[in-house]
């Protein structure tokens, strides 16, 4: 079993910047493509950014230029780096990763972590 931990959310001042972190922890592993992804309350979960295995990035377009995702496979950890907040940028995110077990592969999700920006 592998369990995601989000750290870093909290409330910032519009032009701040914050970084989530997502740390798995567990049984062996290996972490394959990694996201994170935000949802409002009454609104779908939407993808914020992602990475690939191959390290290769894709961004939301309300966010691309700002946010920056990255990953440290030697920790086990994703980050999503936030710059130029803005108050629509409120809302709880959540970090996934496709995690390999063995010969199996199963996509965990974060416990999410609010992030309120003010204006």
């Known amino acids: 079993q592998v369990q995601l931990v989000e750290s870093g959310g909290g409330l910032v001042q519009a032009g701040g910047s914050l970084r989530l972190s997502c740390a798995a922890s567990g049984s062996t592993f290996s972490i394959n493509a990694g996201g994170w992804y935000r949802q409002a309350p009454g609104k779908q979960r939407e993808l914020v950014a992602a990475i690939s295995s191959a390290g290769s990035t894709n961004y939301a377009d309300s966010v691309k230029g700002r946010f920056t995702i990255s990953r440290d496979n030697a920790k086990n950890t994703v980050y999503l780096q936030m710059m130029s907040l803005k108050p629509e940028d409120t809302p709880v995110y959540y970090c996934?990763?496709?995690?390999?077990?063995?010969?199996?592969?199963?996509?965990?999700w974060g416990q999410g972590t609010q992030v309120t920006v003010s204006s």
């Open positions: 996934n990763a496709e995690v390999k077990i063995g010969v199996h592969l199963y996509s965990y």
